[in-house]
């Protein structure tokens, strides 16, 4: 049975396909729909049902992705049979920025594929966005709402000090921010009370469409509004009753202490340089289950799903083998890496790494944080202390697999390839990972604590290892501050990677660590 014209049309969008698209949308306009009737009409009737669908776990961002690339399609079909160029489907303007001193853009690429094929015009200014830039901008180009994003939690901070000089300018245009740091209480408690105009959290791109849906629509936004503030009004009441309330007092720890183990010396304190590094070697560290799973969003576990043979599992698992064999092939892609070892002890929470050619001379300090709560560990604990009368060893290192990705993401998107950009972009991120995982197994195999032949690449995953590798930023070493220590230490800018001055790293495809070798040493959280 064939659909009705506009049920066809919406089904290209719900689907994600363009097969037969153009042939209909030409019928609609025969039949005598203006384009602006038919994007305002049944393909953005198809992209409402793409958003509750995705909502009701329906469909993938995979899936959303290509619904996207479909809408993109009809409108470029379209946009050139509009009568003049004042007929516009737009139906806002949304500023988007990566804030000042954070490098991380694939989730506001995303935001800005998802708003960008649901009728809103989007300005993107990129990344390393510093607020008076932001300010600038909205005087130029008015517009309905502000998106801030960033990754860590320095860069949920910045946004704080962005929505105060915005406040300072006297701008008060809604602001929509997210990131993986972000929060809707931290939101609700630091941002919002900093600025004049409304500030509104959204846990992913899907979740910012609706509430920038609803910021567009003046029967839902009122009442919204009056919702949210009242929300925080009240969770305001219960943080100060709760402050009230006596804390109960903390049991102090039993644990042993870690066991003395003996130090493993590295095979030299060198440093190592290593630059286009064979991604042939890297490929089989890649993992895919956080990939495929985590950001394309392959629900299930994909190992399972690719020998069922499952359709969506196998074609996504094409696209990330079409896009290795393309990095591959791309003469500018590289994987470049340093890393070295040095001297350490400890003391207290305190770790100094010594000159390699000097042993009294300090060149790094660093003073990491203690639990609060048992076993009370600390990263100094796993080094020997100056009191025991031995000279520990602490390797560091860095990789990058970030190089061009930018470039040829951006191609892929202003092309329409929604997917291959954001699969592009999350293929260098989890090569980066996979790279670090190969260079630590590396460093394990100088320090003589080599993995055992039987070892799976499940099992090195999830760190099974002997010895830990631990990334400023996180929680047993949040300061991430430490990452200029480490780029004094590494040196890392010769195989390009700079450090931005939120202290990230830039490309955003990189990974740095501290790498310790005793083996007890284990992932924690410092209870701050």
Request: charged share 25%; glycine share 8%; proline share 5%.
């Amino acid at each position: 049975m064939i659909l009705p014209l506009d049920e066809r049309l919406g089904n290209y969008i719900i689907e994600g396909t363009k097969e037969g698209l153009v042939d209909d949308l030409n019928e609609a306009i025969e039949r005598g729909d203006t384009p602006l009737e038919i994007i305002n009409g049944p393909l953005m009737d198809g992209m409402s049902e793409v958003g509750r669908l995705f909502n009701d776990n329906q469909l993938i961002v995979a899936e959303v992705l290509q619904s996207a690339e479909a809408m993109k399609a009809a409108v470029a079909h379209l946009e050139p049979l509009m009568e003049n160029s004042e007929d516009s489907a737009k139906k806002g303007k949304i500023l988007l920025a990566t804030v000042k001193g954070d490098v991380h853009d694939i989730g506001k690429n995303l935001v800005d594929i998802i708003l960008s094929n649901n009728g809103y015009e989007v300005i993107d200014l990129g990344i390393k966005v510093a607020p008076q830039q932001i300010i600038e901008e909205v005087r130029k180009h008015e517009p309905t709402i502000i998106g801030l994003s960033g990754l860590l939690v320095k860069s949920a901070q910045q946004m704080v000090l962005t929505a105060q000089d915005l406040r300072q300018a006297g701008i008060d245009t809604p602001i929509l921010v997210g990131g993986a740091a972000l929060s809707r209480k931290f939101t609700d408690f630091k941002i919002s009370p900093e600025y004049e105009g409304p500030v509104l959290y959204s846990k992913d791109a899907m979740d910012g469409l609706a509430v920038t849906n609803i910021l567009h629509d003046a029967d839902k936004k009122g009442l919204y509004l009056e919702e949210l503030v009242e929300k925080r009004e009240r969770s305001k009441a219960n943080a100060a009753i709760a402050a009230t309330m006596e804390k109960p007092v903390r049991k102090q720890s039993t644990a042993a202490p870690l066991s003395d183990a003996p130090v493993q010396k590295p095979r030299d304190i060198k440093r190592h340089v290593l630059k286009n590094y064979p991604l042939d070697v890297v490929q089989p560290y890649i993992n895919r289950q956080m990939l495929i799973g985590h950001h394309l969003g392959l629900k299930g576990k994909v190992s399972e799903l690719l020998k069922q043979g499952n359709e969506k599992a196998v074609q996504l698992n094409d696209l990330v083998d079409e896009l290795i064999e393309f990095l591959k092939m791309e003469p500018d892609y590289g994987l470049n890496a340093v890393y070295q070892f040095f001297p350490a002890q400890s003391e207290g929470d305190k770790l100094f790494i010594y000159n390699p050619d000097n042993h009294h001379e300090v060149l790094e300090t660093f003073d990491f944080p203690r639990q609060d709560t048992n076993p009370h560990l600390c990263l100094a604990d796993f080094a020997k202390p100056i009191s025991s009368g031995q000279m520990d060893y602490v390797g560091f290192f860095l990789v990058t697999a970030g190089k061009g990705i930018r470039k040829w993401a951006e191609k892929l998107k202003l092309e329409g390839d929604f997917l291959k950009n954001h699969a592009l972009q999350s293929l260098a991120l989890e090569t980066a990972e996979g790279f670090a995982e190969r260079i630590h197994q590396l460093m394990r195999d100088d320090l003589g604590i080599s993995d055992p032949i039987d070892m799976s690449m499940k099992e090195r995953f999830a760190a099974k290892y002997t010895g830990q590798r631990f990334s400023f930023g996180y929680p047993a070493c949040p300061n991430l501050e430490d990452q200029e220590k480490l780029f004094r230490l590494l040196q890392p800018q010769d195989i390009g990677v700079e450090l931005t001055e939120g202290y990230m790293m830039e490309p955003e495809a990189s990974v740095s660590a501290i790498v310790f070798a005793h083996p007890e040493a284990r992932y924690f959280n410092v209870d701050r």
